[in-house]
């Protein structure tokens, strides 16, 4: 079994280790070794032991004869859409880690794998070790899927754990990760949510046989969530994490991911660092929870030769065709607890007027904290932070009531809302 | 696909229910409806729904030619093993959730199943729900396994959290687990330890190719562990969990079931009632935990159905050899933590002749408990507990240090000792 690795990054040393210290019992599971036939990347780096296999700068060197399986490692989209493109035409079977490349192309490569009879396995694009993908597909192929809740960006979670544990703010927080190598120069792609979005849209196509769709997906990054805010979901029991969710009714998906308030009783809530985690709660198997490193050289490598492997026993189904016609929730029609944090004046009787507004919405309070000796200051003005946990009420309601608070003139600043996880 | 199946308890309802809730989602899968075509039991149960199965009395009527793989869901060792052994010789596939047989005649199974060339599925027989089996196999497939550690008996687990909650006495938590139908009537099969050391003799096959030996496993259940121990463990920072361990060295596998110490940073310590919950150290993933219902009607049945899904897909591959020579660790070379619960007369100078015991063993204390007011009154006689955390040290050392303790004519009573997992 012949590979043909694109890339020289972390994760493809991570597979040469892994295919060097793990040899015999790789072979052992096959009945036959596991060769690197050919590796090609842009950038030679001679120091990278690849495991004698032949060196080039072009992808295409990748698919000829001497190439059984192709392993794309380069992220990105433009390079890897195309050896991707062109291994699956060729009937070569391929394996890539690249959540960007399938969140945008995932649909096409699918049911052209399909057409062309050939594996293809992603197992490595979504929460790095965790084997998420096959406990979906093959794990849990006995159950109706209900609902996928999960912490799947590394960097969001190391940031919030950062603030919450050492009264970091977000911008020192974010610092650390970046210094640790736990964030890229430009964090925006994991902070803004958009990596958890992708790495949800292929979770989503599992388990429900969604299309691939980002634009399905409600998007929120944690830039907003101040350190105020760990501390008041603290006082309530909660958590904040940056949360990633699916689930279906009968015509419809909700798919969403924002920082969420999540209950201190639940193990989402105390799982840290870069850590992911992944609950799962279905018909049969009720609940489940995965919990492992969501990135890294080793983890993301173990995924993309459980792939390998998969594919070289002749076990690897074709992936499933995602055919489901159910239409994408909007967040304005999502129903849920909230939080809220309301800076208002320092004076007497704004409880009332904030209180008056949620009733006309109807909105009732399963928590109210205002404290006296709260009081904070922003030039000359000296305001305190009234926080709000309100029963389940839809998002279009909500939207009306901050609004109308907003209004209010003892209100002064932008109202956050952070919602609540209240399921599982 | 036509299932046998044997047994009509509640592993059989739920595949039942599962079978009928989600055939839609299965036939798509497969390309084809899978149906139960025979259903046998020793008692008829006419309420219960089989689908449209022919029922029998006689499990050898699973064995014709109207059925393509035969399910044993029956439990005890005798009819099933009959079962098994001969859909094995007659190259049927076969689908268990039966641990004890397996922990006794694994082995065999395995070895005629390769030489037959026919499938054999497990995924039920530990953990309930959790695919554990699956991801050992497959999911971490380009892992080499370093260890095992999990909480694989929700009863144990049941009664130590129920005793932990709410203070009860071990007698009234394994009451209410036999009222809340939790545990057996006759429990000793869980809190002895055997259901979980039999569950363990299967995962250390799949982690680590050990032949299934029951014999190689340390055996410990929970009737010893007493009230104190769980408030001592919470004050040193500790749950007391039963924990279920493998792990491997170069020449040797060391495999025990016991209570233990886990820190309360350990989501383990943090896995309450009767969830299961399993963590896997590996080359690859690093750091794997997975956590969900270990027993019950559908969970299981979840697992049941992933087996069958496999086998009908054509992906299940041939049970692996378990050919590893490794040699089985005797308890008395293992080496950790160990907290001590000794009781001794309330009086002066007895903590001074402890430590020089301690010392002469060359035992180092990491943490000493001694209240003067957890005086304990047993007739007439005045005790006061003294509780030590000691540094690692070796079972053997421990084992004569225990013998010298008892021998202080101040240490009345019986020294109580809980290994420490200080691992993972």
């Known amino acids: 079994m012949r590979l043909g690795v694109a890339g020289l990054g972390t994760v493809a040393q991570g597979l040469f280790m892994l295919l060097s210290e793990n040899a015999d019992r790789v072979a052992r599971q096959l009945g036959r070794p596991i060769s690197i036939a050919r590796v090609a990347s842009r950038t030679p780096r001679p120091h990278i032991d690849t495991l004698g ?10 698919l000829g004869d001497d190439v059984d399986i192709v392993v794309e490692l380069i ?28 969140s945008q192309f995932g649909n096409t490569y699918i049911s052209r794998a399909r057409e062309c009879q050939v594996p293809l396995g992603f197992e490595a694009s979504v929460a790095g070790g965790i084997p998420i993908v096959a406990v979906l597909k093959d794990g849990l192929a006995g159950n109706s899927i209900d609902s996928i809740a999960g912490i799947l960006n590394g960097t969001c979670n190391f940031v919030l754990t950062q603030m919450d544990m050492h009264d970091s703010t977000f911008e020192s927080a974010l610092q650390e990760a970046q210094d640790l190598g736990f964030a890229e120069s430009d964090p925006s792609f994991d902070i803004d949510g958009i990596d958890a979005a992708q790495k949800l849209s292929i979770l989503g196509s599992i388990a429900f046989d ?73 018909n ?15 983890p993301t490598a173990s995924a993309v030769l459980s792939d390998i492997i998969e594919i070289a026993k002749g076990k690897s189904s074709l992936p499933t065709n995602n055919t489901s016609t159910r239409s994408a929730s909007p967040i304005s029609d999502l129903s849920c607890e909230y939080y809220l944090y309301i800076p208002v004046a320092d004076e007497p009787g704004v409880m009332a007027t904030l209180a008056e507004v949620m009733g006309n919405h109807l909105i009732s309070m399963e928590a109210v904290i205002q404290k006296s000796d709260a009081v904070r200051q922003t030039g000359d003005y000296r305001w305190v932070p009234v926080v709000l946990l309100t029963d389940r009420v839809k998002e279009s309601v909500l939207d009306a009531t901050i609004e109308d608070l907003q209004g209010i003139s003892a209100v002064h600043g932008d109202i956050r809302r952070i919602r609540v996880v209240d399921f599982n």
Request: aromatic share 4%.
């Open 75 to 102: 992220g990105g989209i433009e390079d890897a859409n195309h050896l991707i493109s062109k291994a699956i035409e060729l009937r070569k079977p391929v394996v890539t880690a690249n959540k960007a490349v399938l």
């Open 53 to 62: 296999a032949k060196f080039s700068t072009d992808l295409d060197s990748l």
């Open 284 to 298: 049969g198997v009720e609940s489940l929870l995965l919990k492992g490193p969501g990135a890294g050289s080793r």
């Open 210 to 282: 969604q299309p691939i769709d980002l634009n399905n997906i409600y998007v929120e990054g944690i830039t907003n969530v101040e350190l105020d805010d760990l501390h008041y979901a603290r006082e309530l029991g909660y958590r904040v994490k940056h949360i990633a969710i699916a689930r279906v009714f009968d015509a419809s998906v909700e798919m969403r991911v924002h920082p969420a308030l999540v209950s201190e009783n639940d193990l989402l809530s105390l799982i840290d660092g870069v850590d992911n985690a992944i609950t799962v709660a279905a």
